[in-house]
């Protein structure tokens, strides 16, 4: 699976969109974008994913570039309960493909 | 609907006794897969199981762990002779047998050696 590289940690003002960005150069055109979040001592919750039209559903909205180089996860109304580790994960759309935590990004969003 | 199930939540055990964390997954999936948290650290991917079969054991230790998903009944994976390093948070998640399979996770159960 490829790479991707996020930032640390970001910063949200409660009811400001929170605008997630992700690299993933290395993605190869069979390999999906995906999102999660986890809450402290919570389990992975799915938000979202993608292949190269921008998606949306009620949580959230994903951006991906014509190239499909780099994405933008958007939370657009960002609640204290948003506060998370987000992980944007590329995954191979095959049966049983795993998925591959990096680091992440620790967002906060502050009242 | 109900989600991905586990128990226990919380598991206590003295060194050298054995673990056992179970996991259902949501109706209708027939994949499950297993990821470790140590504390302060990511999620590490351990075992993909189908019922019956381990289709990808890549991330488990090499010792005192196993893992099964019977044809009937809930996965589970078994930690032998438990040692203080086990302590960890373990999550299950799940799948359809389909591509486009989103994966689920369940809330984890978290083991402490004492």
């Known amino acids: 699976d490829a790479k991707t590289t996020q930032p640390t940690s970001m910063d949200c003002a409660e009811g400001r969109a929170a605008n997630l960005p992700c690299n993933h150069s290395?993605?190869?055109?069979?390999?999906?974008v995906y999102w999660y979040r986890q809450i402290h001592s919570q389990g992975p919750q799915y938000i979202i994913h993608?292949?190269?039209n921008n998606e949306t559903n009620e949580m959230a909205s994903l951006i991906i570039t014509e190239d499909r180089k780099s994405s933008t996860l958007i939370l657009p109304h960002a609640t204290l309960r948003d506060t998370a580790v987000y992980y944007c994960?590329?995954?191979?759309?095959?049966?049983?493909?795993?998925?591959?935590f990096g680091e992440g990004t620790q967002l906060t969003v502050n009242p | 609907n109900a989600g991905v199930m586990q128990n226990p939540r919380h598991l206590v055990r003295r060194r050298g006794q054995e673990a056992r964390l179970r996991c259902s997954p949501m109706?209708?999936?027939?994949?499950v897969y297993w990821y470790r948290q140590l504390p302060e650290e990511g999620l590490k991917f351990m075992v993909y199981?189908?019922?019956?079969?381990?289709?990808?054991e890549s991330g488990m230790p090499k010792e005192r762990f196993s893992a099964e998903f019977p044809k009937e009944g809930p996965s589970i994976l078994r930690i032998q002779q438990v040692v203080r390093g086990d302590s960890a948070a373990y999550f299950c998640?799940?799948?359809?047998?389909?591509?486009?399979?989103?994966?689920?996770f369940g809330e984890g159960s978290w083991l402490t050696v004492v």
């Open positions: 998640a799940s799948s359809r047998d389909h591509s486009g399979n989103t994966i689920y």
């Open positions: 290395t993605i190869s055109g069979n390999e999906y």
């Open positions: 993608g292949l190269k």
């Open positions: 994960i590329v995954r191979e759309e095959t049966s049983g493909s795993r998925l591959t």
């Open positions: 109706k209708g999936h027939s994949h």
């Open positions: 199981l189908q019922k019956e079969n381990i289709i990808d």
